[in-house]
């Protein structure tokens, strides 16, 4: 079920855009890339609309005389929080749907570049067994180079820094945290309460990096798919107006906050 419905679908798509595109792989997943933020934009605009409705909903009097009534009450406030959620129609998990739909196109990208990039034997016969009747097998085995990179490979930079002459600095990686950080911080919306709005700080700081270790260890076809994927989100939402400048740039450490609470 999932080689027919996501693998099988996305290794043809690949194949055909790096068909009429000259034989890139690096601007198909591009290419692809937009392709997979224009089909998921309807439920990116709802994410960001449910994400809207929160902040209005959580900046209201109501809601801070509640977390003053119940501050000591964790499980009233929590009961009282839910219920001024049914009342205004809202479901707090709305916007985690575009992030959940992502997870398993990640992951069949990730699969779809390791199929098509194929070389030995035998894989090429089971990439072989995947094409539709309207792909050409002559396509493969495919082109993997793409700039300074080999597409099926992690990325390894043959720029050196001259106290570290052994390693290479992983620029895609490094965009890839980048453009992580600010794609985050816009569309995880703010908290009210301390203890959110310290869960909202690092997933701000710990969601980057551990994107920044996928971008690292797999594949760099799958590393600049979450540049491209980052960056055309950031457009959107400034786009859309949902980009406060100020606050992308501001950077807090989740446990400094702790500390002064303490």
Do not use: H
């Amino acid at each position: 079920m999932w080689d027919l419905l996501i693998l099988n679908p996305m290794i043809n798509v690949l194949l055909l855009i790096y068909d009429y595109l000259g034989d890139n792989f690096g601007i198909a997943i591009i290419i692809f890339t937009a392709l997979i933020r224009l089909v998921t934009y309807p439920l990116t605009a709802s994410s960001m609309r449910s994400t809207q409705k929160m902040q209005e909903l959580q900046g209201s009097k109501k809601w801070q005389d509640i977390q003053k009534k119940y501050k000591d009450n964790k499980q009233k406030l929590q009961e009282e929080q839910m219920k001024m959620y049914q009342e205004a129609g809202f479901n707090p998990l709305g916007g985690c749907l575009p992030t959940l739909i992502q997870f398993p196109i990640i992951i069949g990208l990730y699969q779809a570049i390791i199929n098509v990039m194929a070389s030995a034997p035998i894989q090429l016969l089971n990439l072989s067994d995947r094409l539709y009747a309207f792909v050409s097998s002559s396509l493969i085995p495919l082109n993997s180079r793409f700039l300074w990179m080999d597409l099926g490979q992690p990325e390894r930079l043959p720029i050196s820094l001259p106290f570290l002459p052994e390693f290479g600095l992983p620029v895609l990686t490094i965009l890839v945290v980048i453009t992580s950080y600010f794609s985050t911080k816009m569309t995880t919306p703010p908290s009210a309460d301390g203890q959110g709005a310290q869960m909202t700080q690092m997933m701000g700081i710990y969601m980057p990096l551990l994107m920044g270790y996928l971008a690292y260890t797999y594949a760099s076809g799958l590393a600049l798919y979450f540049v491209v994927s980052n960056f055309l989100g950031i457009v959107q939402n400034i786009a859309m107006g949902r980009a406060n400048l100020k606050d992308m740039f501001t950077f807090k450490l989740p446990w400094k906050n702790r500390k002064q609470s303490e």
